[in-house]
């Protein structure tokens, strides 16, 4: 069946400018999470959502993120006024309750 | 407590060669720890994952070994090839009591040399 997708796969932003990210889940995924990797570092978390509910976002590093899921389906990563920081791959994972992530390919935005 | 440390940070191994990559953990409450591989421009995928109740799994040409009273675990790669280069990265987390985060190592970037 159909993975994980997320659109768009780049993205090159001037700072200062908002960005929007999409993640389509696994079809009948509760769970999902959005993560930023740094290049050559591991994920780092910033949220999860269960169903349309964000119940963790102590992971967003500032309250320039901000992330929604609104009918517990398509989630929409939207960082305000990017810096230059910003600049790193940001995966979505969806899972089925059994601590089983699956991840999309990523977005990678470059922040100029 | 909540860290995860991998090792190596890189592997070059020959190609039929046998790669091993260890976790060590702190937090004796983990109990779920996957594998994932990530090639470059992809998402990591989950490769293998084990539960702290038994001490080996295997599934093809990778085995993750644990051993809970080191609070370590590690992946085996048999035979290896050069499809297998890729960077992987371990992870722990608990799920018991519903905690979703998973705690990622550094990554090991292995290099598999045909």
């Known amino acids: 069946g159909a993975g994980v997708s997320q659109s768009p796969r780049y993205k090159v932003a001037k700072r200062g400018q908002d960005v929007a990210l999409r993640c389509d889940p696994i079809?009948?995924?509760?769970?999902l999470f959005w993560y930023q990797q740094a290049l050559g570092q591991g994920p780092e978390f910033l949220t999860y959502f269960q169903n349309e509910a964000q119940l963790d976002k102590s992971g967003l590093p500032s309250d320039r993120f901000f992330a929604e899921r609104p009918e517990g389906s398509v989630s929409t990563l939207k960082i305000q006024r990017t810096q230059q920081e910003d600049s790193a791959v940001y995966l979505c994972a969806s899972s089925l309750y059994t601590g089983e992530q699956y991840f999309g390919p990523g977005t990678r935005l470059t922040v100029t | 407590q909540q860290q995860v440390k991998q090792s190596p940070q890189s592997l070059i191994v020959q190609k039929g060669g046998i790669s091993i990559i260890n976790c060590a953990y702190e937090?004796?409450?983990?109990?779920?720890f996957p594998w994932y591989q990530q090639f470059p421009g992809k998402g990591p995928a989950l490769l293998i994952a084990i539960r702290p109740d038994v001490s080996e799994k295997k599934e093809g040409r990778f085995t993750i070994s644990f051993n809970k009273s080191a609070k370590q675990f590690s992946l085996h790669i048999m035979d290896s090839q050069p499809g297998d280069s890729a960077t992987y990265f371990c992870a722990a987390s608990h799920l018991r009591d519903s905690n979703y985060q998973l705690i990622w190592g550094a990554g090991t970037k292995l290099i598999i040399k045909p």
């Open positions: 079809s009948g995924h509760v769970s």
């Open positions: 937090n004796t409450a983990f109990d779920y």
